[in-house]
Nanobody, 126 residues
Framework: VQLQASGGGLVQAGGSLRLSCAAS????????MGWFRQAPGKEREFVAA????????YNADSVKGRFTISRDNAKSTVYLQMNSLKPEDTAVYYC????????????????????WGQGTQVTVSS
């Protein structure tokens, strides 16, 4: 599967961005999806995940109440709406497609994902 992330950019603190990740090459609607991010000098970290049907969402504590993950299976696209952005949200954001049969509780783990997008840069200025 190919994943193409877009929507990153430069925004002031308190602003909003919406990231998109378009998938092709596999039955997108059969898989859970996740967003991760990686800041300079830091490890890649989990941001949010969504079930294959879109009925369950799971956010990291650091983004709860500010970020919302969603998906449109008809468009094979997953989104990350980011509000109230902070300078510490600055990172490259990656979308990823989970392995078939991944346990919901494990979707925060990087090794539960087989396919990754190329990343999109989000920079939040103070």
């Amino acid at each position: 599967v190919q994943l193409q992330a877009s929507g990153g950019g430069l925004v002031q603190a308190g602003g909003s961005l919406r990231l998109s990740c378009a998938a092709s090459g596999r039955t997108f609607s059969s898989y859970a999806m996740g967003w991760f991010r990686q800041a300079p000098g830091k490890e890649r970290e989990f941001v949010a995940a969504i079930s294959w049907l879109g009925s369950r969402m799971y956010n990291a504590d650091s983004v709860k109440g500010r970020f919302t993950i969603s998906r449109d299976n008809a468009k094979s696209t997953v989104y990350l709406q980011m509000n109230s952005l902070k300078p510490e949200d600055t990172a490259v954001y990656y979308c990823a497609l989970a392995r078939s049969g991944s346990r919901w509780d494990n979707l925060r783990l990087i090794n539960e994902y087989d396919d990754w997008g190329q990343g999109t840069q989000v920079t939040v200025s103070s």
